[in-house]
């Protein structure tokens, strides 16, 4: 059984950081391509970070570019997500996933085979 676990979610200021993890079992995590997600209040789910298996190639949407630092440790079957001068339009629940394919356009979370349970971010302004 495939597990995919968020941490580190909460509350945080506009301009302050948080840093989310994912930690998965049963996944041979060091050959998977891993992404983060995120869905807020009446919108549609959209791709915020993805990373290829050895760091490339990777994925950022352009809104949080220069922001979130996607990252992994592969010893550790880990997934970061540092997020920094955060905004209150990055409230959302954020959700991991495992194997998402990364493509010219973006990156695909159809193509996910495992979702975390997704973990609340707010920023208050």
């Known amino acids: 059984l495939v597990q995919v676990v968020e941490t580190g979610g909460g509350v945080a200021q506009a301009g302050g950081s948080l840093q989310l993890s994912c930690t998965t079992s049963g996944l041979h995590f060091p050959t998977a391509t891993m992404g983060w997600f995120r869905q807020a209040p009446g919108k549609e789910r959209e791709a915020v970070s993805c990373?290829?298996?050895?760091?490339?190639?990777?994925y950022s949407a352009d809104s949080v570019k220069g922001r979130f630092t996607i990252s992994r440790d592969n010893t550790k079957n880990t997934l970061f997500l540092q997020m920094s001068s955060l905004e209150p339009n990055d409230t959302a629940i954020y959700y991991c996933?495992?194997?998402?394919?990364?493509?010219?356009?973006?990156?695909?979370?159809?193509?996910?085979?495992?979702w975390g349970q997704g973990i609340q971010v707010t920023v208050s302004s």
């Open positions: 996933a495992a194997r998402p394919i990364i493509n010219p356009s973006g990156c695909a979370g159809q193509s996910a085979t495992t």
């Open positions: 990373i290829g298996w050895s760091n490339y190639p990777t």
